[in-house]
């Protein structure tokens, strides 16, 4: 099992900037991605940006140019800096990992609101 705790969600007004983290810990293997996610009310969960193990990174076509995900291996944890912030990115984010060596398993994190209004 793999356990992963978000933090740094909150309220942003429009235009500002947020830094969400997320810290795994248990079953982890040193091949592996990590991302997060999001889900809008009466939205389905999609794609924000992910990373492998080597670093390489994958972007939501929204966040592009706004967004930066990063990771220390050694201390396995993940960032997301989110600028320029909308009120389409409010949203339950949550932070995924998925092993891919060992027991291949996908796990999830309970996720952390992130409310951009003025």
């Known amino acids: 099992q793999v356990q992963l705790v978000e933090s740094g969600g909150g309220l942003v007004q429009p235009g500002g900037s947020l830094r969400l983290s997320c810290a795994a810990s248990?079953?982890?293997?040193?091949?592996?991605?990590m991302g997060w996610y999001r889900q809008a009310p009466g939205k389905q969960r999609e794609l924000v940006a992910t990373?492998?193990?080597?670093?390489?990174?994958n972007y939501g076509d929204s966040v592009k140019g706004r967004f930066t995900i990063s990771r220390d291996n050694a201390k396995n944890t993940m960032a997301l800096q989110m600028n320029s912030l909308k009120p389409e990115d409010t949203a339950v984010y949550y932070c995924?990992?998925?092993?891919?060596?060992?027991?291949?398993?996908?796990?999830w994190g309970k996720g952390t609101l992130v409310t951009v209004s003025s």
């Open positions: 995924s990992y998925v092993n891919l060596i060992g027991d291949g398993g996908t796990y």
């Open positions: 248990g079953r982890i293997f040193s091949l592996n991605i």
């Open positions: 990373s492998t193990s080597g670093s390489v990174t």
